[in-house]
């Protein structure tokens, strides 16, 4: 059993652009874009064409590097740090965005500028992306004990390989498992109001060959009763020092009734999304997307139009709803996160 190349992202030839694959189409068309100017990323970013916290991260550093590289003797310093601004404005709880540019900017300041600088930033941005790869594995080998034959993970959103430039987080120990032979399944919820697990989860499990049930939020507490749940294993936009962590918004109510229910409530998340600089989830920014997105999809309205909409992309579980953290550094307790961190 091989795990497929879902083509989530891809330098454009020369590594003077970056293509991706618009997940806003998806399941129903697999539509590649190319993206060759700043704004078109942070177009792509702000509408999720392309998503999941890790990776914007290698989204965002491939779009710098593109654009840079695009102009050859021309690329300057003051061009990279406009570019990760402009960039870093796009979405605010992932903390592996402003990571990832961070990152590309420090590394333009030990760089000439000119030609130099345009390879320079690509390389830089192909580093992230293979570490982002190889963390996905690793978090995928930390959780492998947890996704027995015969296991039944739930999960939220999408924390697949299509959130990241590898195999995913939440999903990484799914797959490894799967191709390891165990025979494991997933329940999906279906992620109000993006439908983040019921397209993207949905179709990258079941083109991997793993049996996929897509539920509604509003039934994961009653199949978390029914007693047949090994796992939940989610991803994570940002962990705080104390290991609080953002996700996406019901998130927060899937870790009440896990615990409730007593069912283990995992959360997988690579380097990138730990910010020791965030003392707690209360000091996470949290994302307010516009009220259509909850009135209604693609022309078709079912909110009574007078009704305003509260609409947070993302919601909070504390620490202690969190039974532990899958790494690239191993499987941590939040009482080990905080030794890791020291
Ligand atoms: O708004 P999205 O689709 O970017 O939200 C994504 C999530 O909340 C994921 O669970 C998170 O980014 C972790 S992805 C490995």
Known sequence: VTIPEFGQIAWLPDNAGVQILDQTLLPGEERRLEITTIEQMAEAIGRLRVRGAPLIGVAAAMGVAGAIRRLGAAATRRAVLDACDYLGKTRPTAVNLRWALDRMARHADAVEEGETLGRAMVEEAQAIWDEDQAM???????????????????????????????????????????????????IADETRPLLQGARLTAWELSRAGVPVTVITEGMAASRLRVGDITCVLVGADRIAANGDVANKIGTYGLALAARAHGVPFYVAAPASTFDPATPDGAAIPIEIRKEEEVRGWTGVQWAAPAARVWNPAFDVTPAELVTGYLTDAGRLSAAELGRLRR
């Open 136 to 186: 996905c594995r690793r978090i995928g080998e930390a959780g492998l004990p947890l996704v027995p034959t015969g296991a039944t993970v739930m999960t939220h959103c999408n924390a697949g390989a299509l959130a990241t430039g590898g195999i995913g987080t939440a999903l990484a120990p799914v797959y490894l498992a799967h191709q390891a032979g165990r025979r494991v399944s997933v």
